[in-house]
């Protein structure tokens, strides 16, 4: 589709999309593959601005007669909605970009039978070492989106982001009770882009097999108020849920505890928290946005400096009515959907503290490695299930503890942090549910700090 030509038939500002979201999935449990399958979904969408109010059409019939249809029925939505609503004209900000971005694999590509040969001949090696497992079940996972992207304002965009992630999942049976342990390699990319060497990656499973082994002796965490170490993926998932939604500017102005909180404390001095579109020390973050899905060149938001809430999270208009420059936050998982603002690389930033000395510096606490799960609400209380933790017992690494949650209220949390590693480790693997399912990255070092533990 050519999206410049069809420019010519916006009237007033417009944005015209075409995109398509790709998947596929083989799984196999015990050997038996479960699932074979694949789906695509595309389309085109049009938005367009009409004094105060936006009208939105789309299609998945890609013919050029239907997307004018399409593009002139978003006007007069917008004409409609605007009438109705009798709001006053928008002048939009604006920074527009052209560029054209494809993260696709340039390595020769694997068909659907030899990826299910290879996991086959994975499952066969594992099933021999660890042959006390009840259940073995390996799954990969791959997504592709592709957004070509005009504006009435300049920008013409074209990427192509994938992203592709091996599972594997163990199972063992201890005593009357089924214990279960994970790891996930991958990220952004496609599937030739890791697993190329089978070799390099056997060392997750063999260190996801440890953790199962000291499961089947782990003990229960002490409930209540504990110095703990969370470690990276735990400060991404916190720094996602419990902060990143909270500083959304749509939810702050639908109700958010930090609506008043712009310019005050609200973490340790020693914490910086940032949401990057697609660059952070000269790498690639797991979810790269090069341009926003309104046709924005995004920024990085500084969202906490030294401790102090300083930014949200913006679109357009969001931006408009704070009067501040709009970050490059809408996003839109489908074609069919409206750009909402969303998430894209959400961070602690590193310290300077080391692992092993924060470890050191606790006495009686635990050691906090792997959610499952994880909820929070406008007032950033938050609960969070912990499915791979250790007791601390005078500085060192002790006993497993059985799966069990933390919770509280993130602005309070972080205003006990006392230390903060000096590395960064990102989640490339999670998707946020605001709305639309769609692709995020998480990440952070370690924080020592307290928090409220489930337990005994």
Known sequence: MNLKELKAYLSGYGELRYQINSNSLIAMSNG???????????????????GGAWGFASTSQLNQENVKKIIDQAGKNAQFLFQKQAQSDLILPSRPISIERDL?????????????????????QLRAKYQDL??????????????????????????????????CNFMMRNGNEMITE????????????YFDKVDEFYKNFAEAYEHLVNKKSAVFAQSGLHDVILDSQLAGILAHEAIGHTTEADIVRGGSIMEEMMGKQVASEMVNLIDVPHTYDGELCPRPVFVDD????????????NGILKTFMHNKCSALSYGVAPTGNARASQYSDEPIIRMRNTM????????????????????????????????????????????????????????????GVAVKLLKTITAISDDLTWSGGGTCGKKQGIAVGMGGPAIKCKVNIGGK
Do not use: W
């Open 32 to 50: 038996s593959l479960v699932r074979n399958s694949s789906t695509e979904n595309k389309g085109f969408s049009a938005r367009i601005l009409k």
């Open 104 to 124: 696709s694999t340039r390595k020769s590509r694997l068909n659907s039978k030899e990826k299910i040969e290879l996991i086959s001949e994975i499952n066969a």
């Open 134 to 167: 009840t259940t073995l079940t390996l799954i990969i996972n791959e997504e592709k989106v592709e957004k070509n992207v005009v504006t009435g304002d300049g920008t013409d965009f074209r990427t192509v982001i994938p992203r592709a992630h091996l599972s």
């Open 182 to 193: 994970s790891c996930r390699i991958g990220g952004l990319g496609e599937f030739e882009d």
């Open 294 to 305: 309104e046709g924005l060149e995004p920024i990085t938001a500084n969202i906490i400096e």
């Open 348 to 407: 602690i930033v590193p310290g300077n503290d080391k692992l092993e000395d924060m470890i050191k510096s606790i006495k009686d606490g635990y050691y906090l490695i792997l959610p499952n799960n994880g909820e929070a609400d406008r007032t950033s209380e938050f609960m969070f299930g912990i499915v791979r933790g250790y007791q601390i017992k005078d500085g060192k690494v002790a006993k497993a503890i059985k799966e069990t949650t933390i919770s």
